[in-house]
């Protein structure tokens, strides 16, 4: 980094060759640009030693959010570090700090020594290591070319990365004024004030798939009452959600498919519910083909009454080469069965298969496909989209499904038009993500759907919707009961209102 004497240097050369460059005009701005973003925050280092209340009930706020965002124990970078509260209240595995302020950097050193902090400027720092989360908090509005900036953080972020960012809402320039002038925080230089659409146009020119935007914190100031009912409740709805004070969003570096890479192709195991599915065991057997490297079926048998169990071991015998486990089921509901299939896995992608055959089995492959080509991280099906077979669902049934489709596109904020088809494909190291943050939600889920849903939109995986043709039973009868299941559905859905919208 050039200092003062440097760059009045810089000017007499340029101005006694009696020419320069365009670039190294600016090379020029933005080095003075630097400079005095330094100077400032440097000061405003000695500040935040001792925030004022409306700083420091803002800043609480950021760092709730942000923990509902990231998980704990990844490898977090965050560029504009500050002190570094923020990075240690995501408690990573890994925690490195950048900023550009030596002060900022000293302070946050002494603070949290646990964690590992150095003075580098966003533009142009040089890492090999590469992070699972890359955290920008009220910094890109005042950046010099946040075009590079993202460019940058793409050298050092793998597939799976996340770039968290939050910025300043336009209608805020006037109140942050004002609160700049009494002296109650808001400490900023001339600032960019990018639009949600500006923020999404750089991350997508620099190589970035945006996942996830929100809008947080419409009353910045702790007001008893007030403050909550602002900002976990009015925050969401129109038209209090244009008035909040910060957007976050949630991007993934573009994908690149599995498929044109040169290594082996994942392995898959196929997850089989089976209660009471006698009749359809062998099309199983017969239609369900190998794909990937290695395919395994995992049946898992619920307490059926029509020797689902004894068919499965009768038909694996005619079929050598199909690679298969059978287990029996030793708690209730088609969630437990589930999460017990996941945990016997072998295979790197996870995907669940309904044993009434209502999903043909040939389908499977658009699913893989999808996801070892990076579509998604998390491929839902879709049954909504094609005209349904006759008696496939009933017509009560269609209408549920279409109403928690609104409501869990609105909860997740991705798109979500069927919540209750079976068939959901995931990678297995993804799924252990899910299970260890189980917590947060509970065991509350006795169709495995939900659970598998509100995991992945808290890990902000991409989800991608397949469509498929869905077809009438064959054989049996379904295990859903309308009206129980169904009121046990609106439930999940102001538990999930509760637990991932209003935080």
Not at 243 to 264: D, G, I, K
Not at 386 to 415: E, V
């Amino acid at each position: 980094m050039l200092s003062l004497a440097q760059t009045s240097e810089r000017k007499k050369i340029i101005h006694s060759s009696g020419r320069s460059s365009p670039q190294e005009y600016v090379d020029l701005a933005q080095h003075q640009y630097r400079i005095n973003r330094i100077k400032h925050w440097d000061q405003v280092s000695k500040q935040k030693e001792k925030p004022r209340q409306a700083s420091r009930f803002y800043h609480r706020l950021l760092r709730h959010y942000y923990r509902f965002q990231t998980a704990q124990g990844l490898q977090v970078l965050e560029i504009g570090c500050g002190h570094g509260d923020l990075l240690a209240a995501l408690k990573p595995s890994l925690g490195v700090g950048l900023d550009f302020s030596s002060n900022m950097i000293r302070r946050a050193a002494a603070k949290h020594p646990h964690l590992n902090f150095m003075v580098a400027d966003a533009h142009d720092f040089i890492f090999r290591h590469k992070f699972d989360v890359i955290v920008l908090s009220d910094l890109v509005n005042d950046l010099w070319d946040l075009q590079v900036v993202l460019e940058n953080l793409a050298r050092v972020s793998h597939p799976k990365t996340r770039l968290v960012i939050n910025f300043y809402n336009n209608l805020w320039r006037i109140p942050l004024s004002a609160v700049k002038h009494l002296g109650l925080g808001a400490n900023l230089l001339e600032q960019n004030w990018f639009t949600p659409h500006d923020i999404m146009n750089l991350l997508e020119l620099a190589g970035f798939e945006v996942i996830s935007r929100r809008p947080f914190i419409l009353w910045p100031v702790n007001f008893p009452l007030l403050t909550k009912l602002a900002n976990r409740f009015l925050v969401n709805f129109i038209p209090f959600k244009w008035f909040a004070l910060t957007n976050l969003v949630v991007a993934r570096p573009q994908p690149t498919s599995l498929l044109s890479e040169s290594s082996a192709l994942p392995a898959v195991s196929v997850i089989v519910p089976a209660r009471n599915e006698a009749g359809n065991i062998e099309d199983i057997f017969k239609r369900l083909h190998s794909v990937g490297s290695n395919t395994e079926l995992l049946f898992v048998e619920g307490h059926s009454n029509d020797k689902t169990y004894e068919t499965i071991s009768r038909v694996a015998v005619r079929f050598p080469q199909t690679k298969y486990k059978l287990l029996r089921q030793t708690g209730k509901g088609k969630g437990d069965a589930v999460r017990m299939g996941f945990k016997e896995a072998d295979g790197e992608v996870l995907m669940i298969f309904d044993a009434d055959m209502t999903v043909p089995p040939e389908d499977l492959r658009r699913f893989y496909d999808a996801i070892v080509s990076r579509k998604g991280e998390f491929i839902n099906g879709v049954r909504l989209v094609y005209p349904l077979a006759d008696q496939a669902m009933r017509f009560l049934n269609i209408l549920g499904n279409k109403f928690f489709s609104l409501a869990f596109t609105w909860l997740l904020g991705q798109p979500i038009k069927d919540s209750l088809c079976g068939t959901k494909v995931l990678w297995k190291s993804d799924y252990d993500l899910i299970a260890d943050n189980r917590e947060y939600f509970g065991d509350f889920d006795p169709f495995g759907d939900f659970d598998l849903l509100f995991g992945a939109a808290r890990l902000n995986l991409k989800i991608a919707e397949m469509p498929i043709r869905y077809r009438s039973r064959t054989y049996g009868e379904t295990n859903i009961a309308r009206w129980r299941h169904g009121w046990l559905l609106v439930k999940m859905v102001l538990f999930a209102a509760r637990r991932i919208k209003f935080i």
